[in-house]
Each structure stands twice: as structure tokens, then as C-alpha cells.
């Protein structure tokens, strides 16, 4: 399943991570079975092949993308040089939860948000996704 947090209030964010965490950590191993990838150089290739990779005698694999929709922008071509991970996105293995954790926006960034990328409003699209906006 794909993640999707973002929104003004930090704390929150991180709540919510750490809710979907113990949601997923039934047994224990879900430490073991976390990725944290930052956006910065990441390509799609590398986040499918975390992606793909199935848990580690664990049931759940947890995969975290740091500020993807933010750094990518609304630059043009984003979604095409990223639709090798939107064809992978529906076979995406049920144990493993892909989140994309987006930070606030700053004060700078007039119209360059999460909801102005448009690999974001591609991802809406696809339903076994789910967003949760965090306002203060």
C-alpha cells in the first residue's frame, strides 16, 4: 500500500508514522524490515527494488521515502521519468507499505507544494493509496 503524509504539522506526522509502525509491527521485526530513503538522488529503479524486496521473516516491510514530492516539484517530465514506479505501483507486494513523508512546506515555496507536483495528483489515482493531510 502507498502512504502518502504530508501537511503543516510535523508532530502529527511523525504520529501518524509511528501509528502505521505499530500497526505493522505485529511480531516485533518490523525494525529489521524498515527502509529510510532520502529523496535527494533517488531513482525510480532504486525505489522499486526496495520496494520489491518481500519481508525478512516478518509479516509487513516498511519503506520511507523523506521529502520525495517536494524535491521532485512541478518541474516538467517528473511523472514521466517516474512511470517505471507508477507501472510497479499496482504490484506492489500486499506485505509491503511504501510512505512517502513529506515535510512542510516554508514560507518560500509559494505554489511548489505536495499538491502541486504532479506526480502527486497522478498518485491519487490509484486505490490502494492512502493521503492524510496534517494541518496545525
Same mark, same amino acid.
Given at each position: 500500500?502507498?502512504?502518502?503524509?504530508?501537511?503543516?504539522?510535523?508532530?502529527?506526522?511523525?504520529?501518524?508514522?509511528?501509528?502505521?509502525?505499530?500497526?505493522?509491527?505485529?511480531?516485533?521485526?518490523?525494525?529489521?524490515? +524498515?527502509?529510510?530513503?532520502?529523496?535527494?538522488?533517488? +531513482?525510480?529503479?532504486?525505489?522499486?527494488?526496495?520496494?520489491?524486496?518481500?519481508?525478512?521473516?516478518?509479516?509487513?516491510?516498511?519503506?520511507?521515502?523523506?521529502?520525495?514530492? +517536494?524535491?521532485?516539484?512541478?518541474?516538467?517530465?517528473?511523472?514521466?521519468?517516474?512511470?517505471?514506479?507508477?507501472?510497479?505501483?499496482?504490484?506492489?507486494?500486499? +506485505?509491503?507499505?511504501?510512505?512517502?513523508?513529506?515535510?512542510?512546506?516554508?514560507?518560500?515555496?509559494?505554489?511548489?507544494?505536495?499538491?502541486?507536483?504532479?506526480?502527486?495528483?497522478?498518485?491519487?489515482?490509484?486505490?490502494?493509496?492512502?493521503?492524510?493531510?496534517?494541518?496545525?
Amino acid at each position: 500500500m502507498l502512504h502518502v503524509i504530508y501537511g503543516d504539522d510535523e508532530f502529527r506526522a511523525s504520529e501518524a508514522l509511528g501509528a502505521l509502525k505499530r500497526a505493522l509491527d505485529t511480531d516485533g521485526s518490523l525494525a529489521t524490515n +524498515t527502509v529510510v530513503l532520502a529523496a535527494r538522488g533517488l +531513482t525510480p529503479q532504486t525505489l522499486i527494488q526496495n520496494a520489491a524486496a518481500l519481508p525478512f521473516l516478518s509479516p509487513a516491510r516498511l519503506v520511507v521515502v523523506e521529502g520525495l514530492l +517536494t524535491a521532485l516539484g512541478n518541474r516538467r517530465g517528473v511523472t514521466e521519468t517516474w512511470q517505471p514506479f507508477l507501472d510497479f505501483l499496482p504490484t506492489l507486494p500486499e +506485505t509491503n507499505h511504501i510512505v512517502l513523508l513529506e515535510p512542510p512546506r516554508r514560507r518560500d515555496d509559494r505554489g511548489r507544494g505536495v499538491a502541486g507536483s504532479p506526480l502527486f495528483g497522478t498518485l491519487r489515482a490509484f486505490p490502494d493509496r492512502k493521503s492524510t493531510r496534517l494541518n496545525s
